[in-house]
């Protein structure tokens, strides 16, 4: 059985391809999103999910979310004395939407199709593939976010569409695709996008609004850990209430003070409004890129939980000048479409009439050296091999030469970016070759760059003269861990202890009450820690029905204090 | 475009859009591009092939000048008045949608207003009015202010109209690019490898317009050169006058276009052209008058841009100055014999006039590079020619390929570069005679051709016809008759020029018939179907053929007329087109 799963900065989904149609999964507390959320008890069990998000206000230095951010950098995150990299936090939230999946399903699950973001590069995929293999599963493709949404929303129609353009504002990545659908194949026509622009800088923004307004005695510095989480989860509440009223409440409970403000709709939009101009510029990349005018695109798609604002979705009306579509509910459309090509990687007969074809969002190339017109030379100029949204699986040559006479070796640097100077653009890894000693300019080496449907890059030298040719893969500089390495940490990931799914709900709930315990103040505190002290008293006893009463119970009386639970 | 690419698609070779991609559609459904990667490269490239072949894609094109290349999103910096959506109502305010949704309100039309863009317009292009830079540049940032930017057509419009307009209008929209590059982002860091053209040029302008005043202001030598070399060609100047300003102004022109290149946009072309033909007449002369130049050019280059600041030495300036008066007091004292007297004032002039007449040394040269007069030499017919045969159709013809497959071209191209080698001429002497004789071969290649390369031409005249027509019909009727100046070709059309061009040019060619102005006949046939085509009736359409009818008519027929000329049966079509291309 294969999968589709979005692995997102603030929530990740599961979603299979069933009966002719993608329908997401629900997990062990009956929701069909969880929280990309990791924290550890004070045994040292780990809690994925809505517990671990509720945790992070009330343990923020032994949870981790937004990881997602640090995907393919050497950043570790420590949850209490224990480090974990990013893809092994990923590899624990995958492992529990594989558990969902066979607990749904009732057979077990071993391969995915997990969604990244287009504009992520080599690195964090290649960090994406490992965080899957770490979780036991096969990583059949990994699939551009908007190219997902797509999928979700082009299956429905068999007959042509104009171009569409997906916009996909996530938790931590804004993505732009402008997609075509022609006689069942779907076509990705150009790609952009913004790694470091999502809701979380909208929290950010909320942050400093209300800081600013707070002075003296209610000051609150940033200097503080787990102040700044507190806030970042009011900012959080504060901005979703914003979507269904002009003023929302920004409040929270610090050193036993409650702190209240009003934040207005229009003083937000204000606030936000270097963010929502950041906006423009993938669209206006896209749309040039792929050569289409406004007027030519058929319809507008939001996708990604962050354009239920409506500072989003103004922006994206005047910017075309017409309503956005988000008849998919944002937050499922990446997963489903996940499903999607999982049905279709499986070769699903009521997908055979369709074929999916994607870009790479970014120009590949080495670095070389350059004559100018007045006969200087420039060292470090940017030579692209791949341009970008060029249509992937593609294979493009170049060939080289040496710049000195007698030159012992050719040190290819492969960058990716649009820059002109390579120091501007990401490099990717070094190679290099040997050579035979020639007169500069007289040996020809074909530099070979290989881009496969997932996004991943093989770089192939050759040198025609010798007839050798030799086949060198890219490699970071950092540690690339061999398949030994990844089985041991593997190995290590499963040794956690996990608390068992059964439980997550029970979990779920004391994570809950325990955060509405730090937030509120005087007779509620008082009455939500009685509620908690009950409630491990039954949790002992064992008994499931009395368990299952008492929580719903407390949920009850948590959504009358703070609302519904939101995800 | 080969056969083994129409094989790869299943389909045969058609110009259909349409029928292309279904034909990709049909194959990519039975591949799989994960297991089979090649496969798919292949389907996809001649997928490309195929349809970028295809006359029927449509672009407009900005006019602009012939570095310039309109490249900016599709619909690539449209005309202005070609899209009547964006059309600027005049003094029109924000308007609220005609019909109102069922559900809520359809999002505001944004308008912009059309005054500032007029403005823009008159104060660059119209001679009666005073071109302004500060207005110039106000105009442009509260154009770039306006809320409706925020429509990305409407924003993308505008870009195009600056960069349009800024290009066209150099040098006096210099002002505008500040504004404009800062708003759109124009020079941003991590971008350039795809950027357009156009923007690079207007991004060089920048730099070089920098360059313009610092030149004028620190050389007025060369000010009064490049404030000549704007105004129309001196035909009034006397030979005498021409022939001393003839090295500077070679100089200029050889500066800029080695390091300021956009600065020869902004000349005057026929002024250009007067002097080149010039430097060619004077290079063409005696060999004493020949030798005198070259030592004239030598001590020009050497000089460099700049004025030479006098060496304040005053005192060895005094004493220089004072020892004539010493000398001729000395002379006038008695006891010097008559010829000594005459000896004495004789020297004394002598140095005196020497002193007047000599050059004063030149100082340290402000900061201007030293230009290589070698790097415009010619080096050899392998690393000459290439490039230039790559401008004029494309990379793909290669000096080799001439050589196996137009000999005689080739031998022709080569004895040219000879021959300017001899004479010592430089890279862009070398640029003009590649360029006529490329222009020569190619029109008789067109005359002396076959069939299919005739009904390609044409059908190719037909597609440059139809995107002028879209735009201005005046222009498509002034194109069709051969009078339209500075032709500019849009990219889709400017590969199917080049790709004929190179077939024509690799063609080797038996017979060229001399080139043959004058009527010829046009078959009753051909005449019937072009009224059929063109759609207007049979009263109007006869009208134009006697051009007494409106430009857009004219242009109709012309259009009509080809197009039933290449599709007019082998027999009848073969003599008409040749005879249609014996003009050429």
Same mark, same amino acid.
Not at chain 2, 440 to 449: H, K, S, T, V
């Given at each position: 059985?294969?999968?589709?799963?979005?692995?997102?900065?603030?929530?990740?989904?599961?979603?299979?391809?069933?009966?002719?149609?993608?329908?997401?999964?629900?997990?062990?507390? $009956?929701?069909?999103?969880?929280?990309?959320?990791?924290?550890?008890?004070?045994?040292?069990?780990?809690?994925?999910?809505?517990?671990?998000?509720?945790?992070?206000?009330?343990?923020?230095?032994?949870?981790?979310?937004?990881?997602?951010?640090?995907?393919?950098?050497?950043?570790?995150?420590?949850?209490?004395?224990?480090?974990?990299?990013?893809?092994?936090?990923?590899?624990?939230?995958?492992?529990?939407?594989?558990?969902?999946?066979?607990?749904?399903?009732?057979?077990?699950?071993?391969?995915?199709?997990?969604?990244?973001?287009?504009?992520?590069?080599?690195?964090?995929?290649?960090?994406?593939?490992?965080?899957?293999?770490?979780?036991?599963?096969?990583?059949?493709?990994?699939?551009?976010?908007?190219?997902?949404?797509?999928?979700?929303?082009?299956?429905?129609?068999?007959?042509?569409?104009?171009?569409?353009?997906?916009?996909?504002? $996530?938790?931590?990545?804004?993505?732009?695709?402008?997609?075509?659908?022609?006689?069942?194949?779907?076509?990705?026509?150009?790609?952009?996008?913004?790694?470091?622009?999502?809701?979380?800088?909208?929290?950010?923004?909320?942050?400093?609004?209300?800081?600013?307004?707070?002075?003296?005695?209610?000051?609150?510095?940033?200097?503080?850990?787990?102040?700044?989480?507190?806030?970042?989860?009011?900012?959080?509440?504060?901005?979703?209430?914003?979507?269904?009223?002009?003023?929302?409440?920004?409040?929270?409970?610090?050193?036993?003070?409650?702190?209240?403000?009003?934040?207005?709709?229009?003083?937000?939009?204000?606030?936000?409004?270097?963010?929502?101009?950041?906006?423009?510029?993938?669209?206006?990349?896209?749309?040039?890129?792929?050569?289409?005018?406004?007027?030519?695109?058929?319809?507008?798609?939001?996708?990604?939980?962050?354009?239920?604002?409506?500072?989003?979705?103004?922006?994206?009306?005047?910017?075309?000048?017409?309503?956005?579509?988000?008849?998919?509910?944002?937050?499922?459309?990446?997963?489903?479409?996940?499903?999607?090509?999982?049905?279709?990687?499986?070769?699903?007969?009521?997908?055979?009439?369709?074929?999916?074809?994607?870009?790479?969002?970014?120009?590949?190339?080495?670095?070389?050296?350059?004559?100018?017109?007045?006969?200087?030379?420039?060292?470090?100029?940017?030579?692209?091999?791949?341009?970008?949204?060029?249509?992937?699986?593609?294979?493009?040559?170049?060939?080289?030469?040496?710049?000195?006479?007698?030159?012992?070796?050719?040190?290819?640097?492969?960058?990716?970016?649009?820059?002109?100077?390579?120091?501007?653009?990401?490099?990717?890894?070094?190679?290099?070759?040997?050579?035979?000693?020639?007169?500069?300019?007289?040996?020809?080496?074909?530099?070979?760059?290989?881009?496969?449907?997932?996004?991943?890059?093989?770089?192939?030298?050759?040198?025609?003269?010798?007839?050798?040719?030799?086949?060198?893969?890219?490699?970071?500089?950092?540690?690339?861990?061999?398949?030994?390495?990844?089985?041991?940490?593997?190995?290590?990931?499963?040794?956690?202890?996990?608390?068992?799914?059964?439980?997550?709900?029970?979990?779920?709930?004391?994570?809950?009450?325990?955060?509405?315990?730090?937030?509120?103040?005087?007779?509620?505190?008082?009455?939500?820690?009685?509620?908690?002290?009950?409630?491990?008293?039954?949790?002992?006893?064992?008994?499931?029905?009395?368990?299952?009463?008492?929580?719903?119970?407390?949920?009850?009386?948590?959504?009358?204090?703070?609302?519904?639970?939101?995800? | 475009?080969?056969? #083994?690419?129409?094989?790869?698609?299943?389909?045969?070779?058609?110009?259909?859009?349409?029928?292309?991609?279904?034909?990709?559609?049909?194959?990519?459904?039975?591949?799989?591009?994960?297991?089979?990667?090649?496969?798919?490269?292949?389907?996809?490239?001649?997928?490309?092939?195929?349809?970028?072949?295809?006359?029927?894609?449509?672009?407009?094109?900005?006019?602009?000048?012939?570095?310039?290349?309109?490249?900016?999103?599709?619909?690539?910096?449209?005309?202005?008045?070609?899209?009547?959506?964006?059309?600027?109502?005049?003094?029109?305010?924000?308007?609220?949608?005609?019909?109102?949704?069922?559900?809520?309100?359809?999002?505001?039309?944004?308008?912009?207003?059309?005054?500032?863009?007029?403005?823009?317009?008159?104060?660059?292009?119209?001679?009666?009015?005073?071109?302004?830079?500060?207005?110039?540049?106000?105009? +442009?940032?509260?154009?770039?202010?306006?809320?409706?930017?925020?429509?990305?057509?409407?924003?993308?419009?505008?870009?195009?109209?600056?960069?349009?307009?800024?290009?066209?209008?150099?040098?006096?929209?210099?002002?505008?690019?500040?504004?404009?590059?800062?708003?759109?982002?124009?020079?941003?860091?991590?971008?350039?490898?795809?950027?357009?053209?156009?923007?690079?040029?207007?991004?060089?302008?920048?730099?070089?317009?920098?360059?313009?005043?610092?030149?004028?202001?620190?050389?007025? #030598?060369?000010?009064?050169?490049?404030?000549?070399?704007?105004?129309?060609?001196?035909?009034?100047?006397?030979?005498?006058?021409?022939?001393?300003?003839?090295?500077?102004?070679?100089?200029?022109?050889?500066?800029?276009?080695?390091?300021?290149?956009?600065?020869?946009?902004?000349?005057?072309?026929?002024?250009?052209?007067?002097?080149?033909?010039?430097? +060619?007449?004077?290079?063409?002369?005696?060999?004493?008058?020949?030798?005198?130049?070259?030592?004239?050019?030598?001590?020009?280059?050497?000089?460099?841009?700049?004025?030479?600041?006098?060496?304040?030495?005053?005192?060895?300036?005094?004493?220089?100055?004072?020892?004539?008066?010493?000398?001729?007091?000395?002379?006038?004292?008695?006891?010097?014999?008559?010829?000594?007297?005459?000896?004495?004032?004789?020297?004394?002039?002598?140095?005196?006039?020497?002193?007047?007449?000599?050059?004063?040394?030149?100082?340290?040269?402000?900061?201007?590079?030293?230009?290589?007069?070698?790097?415009?030499?010619?080096?050899?017919?392998?690393?000459?020619?290439?490039?230039?045969?790559?401008?004029?159709?494309?990379?793909?013809?290669?000096?080799?390929?001439?050589?196996?497959?137009?000999?005689?071209?080739?031998?022709?191209?080569?004895?040219?570069?000879?021959?300017?080698?001899?004479?010592?001429?430089?890279?862009?002497?070398?640029?003009?005679?590649?360029?006529?004789?490329?222009?020569?071969?190619?029109?008789?290649?067109?005359?002396?051709?076959?069939?299919?390369?005739?009904?390609?031409?044409?059908?190719?005249?037909?597609?440059?016809?139809?995107?002028?027509?879209?735009?201005?019909?005046?222009?498509?009727?002034?194109?069709?008759?051969?009078?339209?100046?500075?032709? +500019?070709?849009?990219?889709?059309?400017?590969?199917?020029?080049?790709?004929?061009?190179?077939?024509?040019?690799?063609?080797?060619?038996?017979?060229?018939?001399?080139?043959?102005?004058?009527?010829?006949?046009?078959?009753?046939?051909? +005449?019937?179907?072009?009224?059929?085509?063109?759609?207007?009736?049979?009263?109007?359409?006869?009208?134009?053929?006697?051009?007494?009818?409106?430009?857009?008519?004219?242009?109709?027929?012309?259009?009509?007329?080809? #197009?039933?000329?290449?599709?007019?049966?082998?027999?009848?079509?073969?003599?008409?087109?040749?005879?249609?291309?014996?003009?050429?």
């Amino acid at each position: 059985m294969i999968v589709g799963i979005d692995l997102g900065t603030t929530n990740s989904a599961v979603a299979i391809w069933r009966d002719g149609a993608a329908s997401l999964i629900p997990n062990s507390l $009956g929701d069909v999103l969880t929280p990309s959320a990791v924290s550890m008890t004070e045994d040292g069990t780990i809690l994925v999910g809505v517990a671990a998000r509720d945790r992070q206000s009330t343990h923020p230095a032994l949870t981790a979310t937004a990881f997602k951010r640090l995907m393919g950098a050497q950043k570790p995150v420590m949850l209490g004395r224990t480090r974990f990299s990013a893809e092994e936090l990923s590899a624990l939230v995958l492992r529990s939407l594989k558990a969902d999946a066979e607990a749904y399903l009732g057979e077990p699950v071993e391969s995915a199709v997990i969604t990244v973001p287009a504009y992520f590069n080599d690195r964090q995929r290649k960090a994406t593939r490992r965080a899957g293999e770490l979780a036991g599963l096969r990583v059949e493709r990994l699939l551009n976010e908007p190219t997902a949404a797509a999928l979700a929303h082009g299956i429905h129609q068999r007959e042509d569409k104009e171009p569409f353009l997906v916009f996909d504002l $996530g938790g931590g990545t804004f993505d732009v695709s402008i997609v075509e659908i022609f006689d069942g194949i779907i076509e990705v026509r150009a790609s952009a996008g913004d790694n470091r622009l999502g809701g979380e800088d909208f929290n950010d923004v909320m942050v400093e609004l209300v800081r600013g307004q707070l002075k003296g005695v209610d000051a609150l510095p940033l200097s503080n850990s787990e102040l700044r989480e507190i806030m970042r989860a009011a900012a959080e509440r504060t901005r979703r209430g914003l979507t269904e009223a002009d003023t929302a409440p920004f409040s929270l409970v610090w050193k036993g003070r409650e702190i209240r403000r009003d934040v207005r709709a229009d003083a937000f939009a204000e606030a936000a409004a270097g963010l929502i101009a950041r906006l423009r510029e993938p669209v206006l990349r896209s749309m040039r890129d792929s050569g289409i005018r406004t007027e030519q695109l058929s319809e507008v798609i939001l996708v990604g939980g962050a354009t239920r604002m409506p500072i989003v979705r103004r922006a994206v009306t005047r910017m075309f000048g017409r309503f956005p579509n988000a008849s998919i509910d944002p937050d499922h459309a990446v997963a489903m479409g996940a499903a999607v090509q999982a049905g279709l990687k499986a070769r699903d007969s009521a997908l055979e009439e369709i074929r999916l074809t994607d870009v790479c969002p970014f120009t590949l190339g080495v670095d070389t050296v350059e004559f100018d017109r007045l006969g200087r030379m420039h060292s470090g100029v940017f030579c692209p091999i791949i341009e970008r949204n060029t249509v992937i699986p593609a294979s493009r040559v170049h060939v080289f030469s040496t710049v000195r006479d007698n030159q012992p070796v050719v040190e290819f640097g492969v960058y990716q970016g649009e820059a002109r100077q390579v120091d501007a653009n990401v490099k990717l890894g070094q190679l290099s070759i040997p050579v035979p000693p020639r007169p500069a300019g007289t040996v020809r080496i074909d530099c070979r760059f290989s881009y496969d449907v997932s996004g991943l890059l093989e770089v192939d030298l050759t040198i025609p003269e010798t007839g050798a040719s030799k086949q060198l893969v890219i490699c970071d500089d950092a540690d690339a861990p061999d398949d030994a390495a990844i089985a041991a940490r593997r190995e290590v990931l499963a040794a956690l202890k996990v608390h068992p799914r059964e439980d997550a709900a029970n979990a779920a709930t004391l994570a809950r009450a325990e955060r509405c315990y730090e937030a509120f103040l005087g007779e509620r505190r008082d009455h939500i820690g009685q509620m908690i002290i009950g409630f491990e008293g039954v949790l002992q006893k064992q008994d499931p029905k009395q368990i299952k009463e008492a929580r719903d119970e407390i949920e009850r009386q948590l959504d009358a204090l703070e609302g519904e639970r939101f995800l | 475009m080969t056969g #083994e690419d129409w094989t790869e698609l299943g389909l045969a070779p058609t110009a259909d859009h349409r029928e292309i991609r279904k034909a990709y559609a049909r194959r990519l459904k039975t591949i799989d591009p994960e297991a089979d990667p090649d496969a798919f490269i292949r389907l996809r490239t001649a997928r490309d092939r195929a349809l970028s072949q295809d006359p029927d894609r449509q672009f407009a094109v900005t006019g602009a000048r012939t570095d310039a290349e309109a490249a900016m999103g599709v619909g690539n910096g449209e005309a202005p008045d070609a899209d009547p959506n964006l059309e600027p109502a005049a003094d029109a305010e924000v308007q609220p949608a005609a019909a109102p949704d069922t559900s809520e309100e359809a999002p505001p039309e944004p308008v912009l207003l059309a005054a500032p863009f007029q403005r823009i317009e008159s104060l660059l292009f119209d001679p009666d009015v005073r071109p302004d830079p500060i207005e110039l540049q106000q105009i +442009v940032t509260e154009i770039l202010a306006d809320p409706a930017l925020e429509r990305i057509d409407i924003a993308q419009w505008v870009e195009g109209f600056l960069a349009d307009t800024i290009v066209r209008g150099t040098p006096l929209s210099d002002p505008m690019i500040d504004p404009a590059a800062a708003h759109f982002g124009w020079g941003q860091d991590g971008n350039q490898i795809s950027r357009p053209p156009i923007i690079d040029w207007i991004l060089q302008r920048r730099e070089d317009s920098i360059f313009e005043a610092g030149l004028i202001a620190g050389s007025p #030598e060369y000010a009064t050169i490049l404030h000549a070399l704007r105004a129309p060609p001196p035909t009034q100047l006397g030979e005498r006058q021409v022939r001393r300003q003839s090295v500077r102004v070679e100089y200029l022109l050889s500066y800029f276009q080695t390091l300021h290149p956009t600065m020869l946009a902004t000349l005057d072309q026929q002024s250009i052209q007067f002097w080149s033909d010039r430097f +060619v007449a004077e290079g063409a002369g005696n060999g004493f008058a020949r030798k005198l130049r070259e030592w004239e050019k030598d001590r020009i280059w050497k000089r460099g841009l700049w004025p030479v600041e006098r060496r304040g030495d005053w005192l060895i300036a005094l004493c220089i100055f004072l020892m004539p008066y010493l000398f001729a007091w000395a002379l006038l004292r008695p006891g010097y014999s008559r010829v000594a007297r005459f000896v004495g004032f004789g020297w004394m002039i002598l140095v005196v006039a020497a002193m007047l007449t000599n050059p004063d040394k030149p100082s340290e040269l402000k900061e201007a590079p030293a230009l290589d007069l070698e790097r415009t030499r010619l080096v050899s017919s392998e690393h000459d020619l290439p490039p230039l045969l790559s401008d004029y159709a494309g990379p793909e013809l290669t000096l080799g390929a001439m050589k196996t497959r137009n000999k005689p071209l080739h031998d022709l191209l080569v004895q040219r570069w000879t021959a300017l080698r001899a004479g010592d001429r430089r890279t862009w002497d070398l640029e003009r005679s590649v360029r006529e004789t490329l222009n020569d071969a190619l029109g008789a290649g067109l005359r002396g051709g076959e069939y299919d390369i005739h009904r390609r031409f044409w059908q190719f005249r037909v597609d440059r016809a139809r995107t002028f027509q879209q735009e201005d019909a005046a222009k498509c009727d002034a194109f069709l008759e051969g009078t339209l100046p500075g032709q +500019v070709f849009p990219p889709e059309i400017e590969e199917e020029r080049r790709a004929l061009v190179r077939e024509v040019l690799l063609r080797p060619l038996s017979n060229a018939p001399p080139r043959r102005t004058g009527t010829y006949r046009i078959p009753g046939s051909v +005449v019937a179907d072009a009224r059929a085509l063109s759609k207007l009736g049979a009263p109007r359409f006869d009208a134009a053929l006697e051009r007494r009818g409106t430009a857009a008519e004219h242009c109709a027929v012309g259009i009509a007329l080809i #197009e039933a000329a290449i599709s007019a049966p082998r027999k009848v079509g073969r003599t008409l087109l040749k005879d249609m291309s014996s003009a050429l």
